[in-house]
């Protein structure tokens, strides 16, 4: 039989989740996992739409043509592989799509090699962790737009909606999906490390037990500021260990994983001369967090500077106000990556719909993104959201409250390397002068390398030592 109208290959969670939502919404789905048992397990709990399969062969026979099938596997080679088993069973027009964090330079190359073999491959983004795979999760299709309209019926289903509108949208050719999933992930670093950076303020300088700061973060999250991870903030620090009854997050041990993605944008960041200097910061906040020798050899060496006392109420409210600072500054330099791929690589991102897909679904969904798709919307060819007038409007009633909390950081020896990044940021963009005067005299200096001058149009060189 060949009634199956989606595949699903890799069951582990987001796979399952995936296929549960594709068949709650009336898809016929058929599935199919590396190791049987994990398929079987889906198949006893028994949904009417779903089917699942012990060989590929039959798996991908069970499937109407064009074939569409989405692979739920892990990032990196396994992709490839999969892809060469696969090219056995397929024709000319199936459909294969990533819906992993794959680097989206990977994707441009199998996408490129797929065409050659005639058949079409998409690289999806798909954000929302567990919970918004099987309910509805943010997705960010990318790859040939008549080849994306296709699957679109099936995303746009199962996809979170916001206002009614799904959050998906056809991002643009071969890796756009992915990259954008990568920014988003790397703005995800951002925003978790500016709310670590918040706690930690808030309990070593203001003093505030777990359970006062959860109040706080619920108030925000009655704010502008409201956000999937401002909530998850306030829940994860009201949790109790079922075992000992200590509050959860103090049991966990204080170094900080990750996957690459955050790390990607960074390089990616570099690559492109743009400045993420907000995720960069939070990538290396979890890179140090590792350093365990060096960390505890310090912390015998330097003890804590002496803190003055602050007024709880006040200080709170600096901090809620330089972390709102912080976050728009995070998206700025993340949208702003975005506007400079979407030049380089012929994309043609609209970002307004971007901002819009990210409101629901996704982890980094977040009120503020309505401020961010309205700006853009407004105005297509914004350089850069900074210099739009609402943003300008909060950073200028924002900013004294990021001098004086990232000042106090610094005082009170808490680490905010995200904080102080976007005070730095702004500060460089704010100053006559940056001192880059003086690194072109050095460059000449040693290496001949030329200046320009104020006052003389042309390239100069002098003659430092005669
Ligand atoms: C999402 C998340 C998801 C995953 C990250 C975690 O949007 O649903 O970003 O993709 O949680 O990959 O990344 P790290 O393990 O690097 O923190």
Not at 195 to 210: A, D, P, R, S, W
Not at 241 to 255: F, R
Not at 323 to 352: C, E, P, T
Request: contains cysteine; hydrophobic residues 40%.
């Amino acid at each position: 039989m060949t009634n199956n109208q989606i595949g699903i290959l890799g069951l582990s969670t987001m796979g399952k989740s995936l296929a549960l939502n594709l068949a709650d919404h009336h898809f016929k789905v058929a599935g199919f996992n590396r190791t049987y048992h994990v398929t079987q397990e889906i198949i006893e709990e028994g949904h009417e739409n779903f089917e699942g399969f012990e060989e590929l062969g039959d798996f991908v026979a069970s499937l109407e043509k064009p074939r569409k099938i989405l692979l739920m596997i892990k990032a990196g080679d396994a992709i490839d592989q999969t892809c060469i088993q696969l090219m056995e069973y397929l024709e000319e027009g199936d459909i294969i799509m990533d819906g992993g964090n794959s680097y989206f330079k990977d994707t441009i190359r199998r996408h490129g090699y797929l065409k050659d073999k005639k058949i079409n491959y998409l690289g999806i983004g798909i954000s929302g962790g567990e919970k918004g795979a099987r309910n509805g999760p943010s997705i960010m299709p990318g790859g040939d737009q008549e080849v994306v309209e296709v699957v679109l019926p099936f995303l746009n289903a199962i996809a979170a909606k916001k206002d009614g509108d799904p959050c998906c949208t056809y991002i643009g050719p071969d890796g756009a999906g992915h990259y954008v999933k990568m920014v988003h992930n790397g703005i995800e670093y951002a925003d978790m490390q500016l709310l670590v950076e918040c706690y930690l303020l808030l309990k070593h300088i203001g003093h505030f037990t777990n359970a006062e700061m959860a109040l706080v973060f619920e108030s925000w999250n009655q704010t502008a500021l409201k956000s999937y991870l401002v909530d998850i903030t306030a829940k994860i620090l009201r949790e109790k260990d079922e075992v000992t009854g200590s509050e959860l997050v103090d049991l966990i041990i204080d170094k900080a994983s990750q996957k690459g993605t955050g790390k990607w944008t960074s390089i990616e960041t570099l690559e492109q001369d743009q400045n993420t200097s907000l995720i960069n910061a939070a990538v290396v906040a979890r890179v140090t967090s590792n350093f365990d020798d060096l960390r505890f050899a310090y912390q015998q060496l330097l003890d804590d500077p002496m803190t003055k006392e602050v007024n709880p109420y006040v200080f709170q409210e600096e901090v809620r106000k330089a972390y709102y600072l912080g976050k728009i500054v995070a998206y700025a330099q993340g949208f702003g990556l975005m506007k400079d791929a979407s030049k380089r690589y012929h994309w043609n991102l609209d970002l307004g719909k971007i901002a819009s897909i990210f409101r629901a679904g996704c982890i980094i969904q977040a009120d503020l993104l309505n401020v961010i798709m309205r700006s853009y919307a407004e105005n297509k060819d914004l350089e850069n959201l900074l210099l739009d007038e609402e943003i300008i409007r909060i950073v200028k009633r924002n900013i004294q409250s990021l001098r004086v909390v990232t000042s106090l950081s610094i005082r009170g020896g808490v680490p905010s390397p995200v904080l102080t990044s976007a005070m730095t940021y702004l500060d460089q963009l704010r100053s006559k002068q940056v001192g880059a005067n003086l690194i072109q005299a050095q460059r000449d200096f040693f290496g001949a390398h030329t200046f320009e001058r104020i006052d003389q149009e042309g390239i100069n060189h002098h003659e430092w030592e005669k």
